[in-house]
């Protein structure tokens, strides 16, 4: 088993930014990529962004491509998503997520959750 859990998230004005970090522990070593997914009341859980452990492959949803950043540190086993110009469209539950293969990352099929992080960005 992976435990999840995230941290960072906030209220923030539009145009501001927060770092959600999420750290991982347990058997680790059987996660070989994480995600972050965001969730707004009422809709179904949306791919924001992954990651493989190696660091070599990220990969980005079209409407946080040049806002957002994820990044891993192995030796702290943790991962981070760096928020900058934030939208209130961008308001929702954040979650971490490991998943024990490194595709079809975009999907939200994968094998270990957090229990999310609050991000709201106010108008």
């Known amino acids: 088993q992976v435990q999840l859990v995230e941290s960072g998230g906030g209220l923030v004005q539009a145009g501001g930014s927060l770092r959600l970090s999420c750290a991982a522990s347990g058997r680790t070593f059987s996660s070989h990529a994480m995600g972050w997914f965001g969730q707004s009341p009422g809709k179904e859980r949306e791919f924001v962004a992954a990651i493989t452990w190696s660091g070599v492959s990220t990969y980005y949803a079209d409407a946080v491509k040049v806002r957002f950043t994820i990044s891993s540190d192995n030796a702290k086993n943790t991962v981070n998503l760096q928020m900058n110009s934030l939208k209130p469209e961008d308001t929702a539950v954040y979650y971490c997520?490991?998943?024990?293969?490194?595709?079809?990352?975009?999907?939200?099929?994968?094998?270990?959750w957090g229990q999310g992080t609050q991000v709201t960005v106010s108008s």
């Open positions: 997520a490991g998943k024990s293969v490194p595709w079809e990352l975009v999907r939200p099929q994968y094998d270990y």
